[in-house]
Each structure stands twice: as C-alpha cells, then as structure tokens.
C-alpha cells in the first residue's frame, strides 16, 4: 500500500511569533517583579540589622556610665550611621527602579498590542537609556513602516526609530521606541 499526503504542509513559525511576544511580555514583567523582591529582601536584612545596632546602641549608652568606655559607644553609633545612609541609599535605589520598570512593563503591553498583522515580535526589551528596543519579523517592509507609524500616534511615545530591515527568507527588523515621560 502507498500512502501519498496530499495536504500541504503548514508553517507555524510566523504564526507562534505574537505568542513569542506576549511569552517576552510577561517574562520581563516577572524578572522585574523578582528583581524587586531582592531588593525588598535585602532592604529588610539592612533594617533588621539597624534594629540590632540601635539596640547595641542603647545598651552600650545604659551600661556607659557604668562599664563601657566611650570609644565602643562612639564606634557603634558610628555603625548605627552608616548602616542608616546604607538603608537610606537602597529606598532611593528601589524606588527608582521601581518606578523605571513599572513603566517600561506598562509599555509593553501598547507595544505588542498595536503590531498589525504581518508583523511578528520576537523581541522586547528596555535599554538602560529608557528606551524599548523592539525586534521582529514581518511579510513585508510597508508592513515594518506602518507599524512604526502606529506607535507614533499612539501618543505614548517621543520617537520611533527603525534601526535596521534584513531580508532573509522574512524581513527582520530592529527599531527603538523612545517614551514619553509622565
């Protein structure tokens, strides 16, 4: 017996490509989310050791006046104070980071959401600058053009670039997405 296969065989590389996309969404939105717990982790580690030095503090200033000299009091108010501006430094760093991811993740999302079809992402990142670089693959270059004219008037957004088109078997493109400060 010959068995002959008469249905064409279908590609599913472009048409897994926007899963791809949502799958870069949401695994920089949980590499931000333990990036943040670290950072809540080791600011609670600096406090509770704050704690522990404030509590020295206060022994050595009761036992002061009686057995313990003065220049072991000053030695732990001096730890007291750099543990205090090390606390205060990682707030300032958390906060900060914080704010940066939360609006790149918030970014994200806009931009994946407004690729038309024939536009595949394939890879979504923030750049240290606060930029988004965006790389991707599309049928067609009036398909890279047009998507880049939608994310400028999405009004989320102060420049975008495309940085390269690549013709292989697809086009392969790279562009930079500047956004807007809130």
Same mark, same amino acid.
């Given at each position: 017996? $010959?068995?002959?296969?008469?249905?064409?065989?279908?590609?599913?590389?472009?048409?897994?490509?926007?899963?791809? !996309?949502?799958? &870069?969404?949401? %695994? #920089?939105?949980?590499?931000?989310?333990?990036? &943040?717990? #670290?950072?809540?982790?080791?600011?609670?580690? $600096? !406090? !509770?050791?704050?704690?522990?030095?404030?509590?020295?503090? !206060?022994?050595?200033?009761?036992?002061?006046?009686?057995?313990?000299?003065?220049?072991?009091?000053?030695?732990?108010?001096?730890?007291?104070?750099?543990?205090?501006?090390?606390?205060?430094?990682?707030?300032?760093?958390?906060?900060?980071?914080?704010?940066?991811?939360?609006?790149?993740?918030?970014?994200?999302?806009?931009?994946?959401?407004?690729?038309?079809?024939?536009?595949?992402?394939?890879?979504?990142?923030?750049?240290?600058?606060?930029? $988004? &670089?965006?790389? %991707?693959?599309?049928?067609?270059?009036?398909? $890279?053009?047009?998507?880049? %004219?939608?994310?400028?008037?999405?009004?989320?957004?102060?420049?975008?670039?495309?940085?390269?088109?690549?013709?292989?078997?697809?086009?392969?493109?790279?562009?930079?997405?500047?956004?807007?400060?809130?």
């Amino acid at each position: 017996m $010959i068995d002959i296969d008469l249905l064409p065989q279908i590609q599913t590389s472009k048409t897994t490509l926007p899963f791809k !996309a949502e799958w &870069l969404f949401w %695994g #920089f939105a949980l590499i931000a989310a333990v990036s &943040l717990g #670290f950072l809540y982790l080791d600011m609670r580690n $600096i !406090a !509770a050791k704050l704690d522990g030095i404030s509590a020295q503090v !206060a022994e050595a200033e009761m036992r002061s006046k009686v057995l313990i000299p003065p220049r072991e009091v000053r030695d732990l108010q001096d730890a007291l104070q750099a543990a205090e501006k090390q606390l205060a430094g990682l707030e300032r760093a958390g906060a900060e980071i914080s704010s940066s991811q939360r609006h790149s993740v918030t970014l994200m999302q806009p931009v994946s959401g407004l690729a038309p079809a024939g536009i595949y992402l394939t890879l979504l990142t923030s750049q240290e600058d606060g930029t $988004i &670089l965006v790389q %991707g693959e599309a049928d067609n270059e009036s398909a $890279i053009i047009g998507y880049a %004219g939608r994310l400028q008037l999405s009004g989320l957004f102060t420049e975008v670039r495309i940085q390269s088109i690549e013709i292989k078997d697809f086009m392969m493109f790279t562009m930079t997405i500047a956004p807007k400060t809130f």
